[in-house]
């Protein structure tokens, strides 16, 4: 298992504030997050990790042909009472449905404008969460998210406003695994690798809210180091 632990912190930084908006609709969750990015940036609140569930939602990124990466028709759709919403974050289709946390940090990147090191920072607080669950995961060269082997258990997609950074993140936890047939999941080909959930690798469901604790805990623990490596990288 890989974990990074936090480096003694050169300058103060503020915990992170959680909020659980619990089973939430897509296009209310975005509203509700646009709302935050301007309370965010306005100085109105602190940097804040948002929690929820979404309704069954196929949610297209800003890439490319994502739209292409739709296997199921409307009929189907409708069937498997799954919507289809565009999306203003970075990265392909991917399923948000019950069962999945889906994390939305809603933060300040002033400090370190570096949103790819911001990238590694959100794959890092997953690998350090899954390996306090008991899985080892990792990163996939040239490929997002976080895996176990080839097998997909978390997807990365973010976005930023005047560097205030929004999306986040989705650890398929007791997710279920189906609804991914619907999509080519962020593009990626069944000979490049398959969706997994942590239910599906442990043989059996975790309790969600004790999940969320731990992306909370590994989230503030690994946010100082993250705001201080530009401070560090100056000095060198």
């Known amino acids: 298992?890989?974990?990074?632990?936090?480096?003694?912190?050169?300058?103060?930084?503020?915990?992170?504030?959680?909020a659980d908006w619990g089973r939430t609709a897509y296009a209310e969750a975005q509203r509700r997050q646009e709302e935050m990015v301007a309370?965010?940036?306005?100085?109105?609140?602190?940097?804040?990790?948002?929690?929820?569930e979404h309704e069954p939602v196929f949610t297209l990124g800003l890439r490319s042909g994502a739209d292409t990466h739709l296997v199921w028709n409307a009929a189907r759709l409708t069937r498997e009472g799954v919507t289809v919403a565009r999306t203003n974050r970075g990265g392909d289709i991917t399923y948000h449905g019950p069962g999945q946390i889906v994390g939305y940090p809603i933060v300040s990147l002033?400090?370190?404008?570096d949103l790819h090191a911001y990238l590694r920072f959100l794959e890092q607080v997953l690998i350090n969460s899954v390996g306090a669950l008991g899985l080892a995961a990792s990163r996939r060269e040239g490929l997002t998210g976080i895996w176990l082997g080839r097998r997909k258990v978390a997807a990365i997609g973010v976005a930023v406003k005047r560097w205030v950074a929004y999306h986040g993140f989705a650890l398929n936890v007791n997710a279920n695994l189906a609804?991914?047939?619907?999509?080519?999941?962020?593009?990626?080909?069944?000979?490049d690798g398959t969706v997994t959930s942590l239910q599906a690798e442990l043989g059996h469901a975790l309790d969600l809210a004790e999940v969320k604790t731990v992306l909370a805990r590994e989230f503030n623990a690994l946010w100082p180091r993250f705001l201080n490596e530009r401070s560090r990288q100056a000095r060198s």
């Open 179 to 191: 609804h991914f047939q619907g999509i080519v999941p962020c593009g990626i080909s069944a000979s």
């Open 39 to 52: 309370q965010r940036i306005a100085g109105g609140i602190g940097d804040t990790l948002v929690f929820t």
């Open 110 to 113: 002033t400090v370190r404008k």
């Open 1 to 18: 298992m890989v974990f990074v632990m936090a480096a003694p912190a050169t300058t103060l930084a503020r915990p992170v504030a959680t």
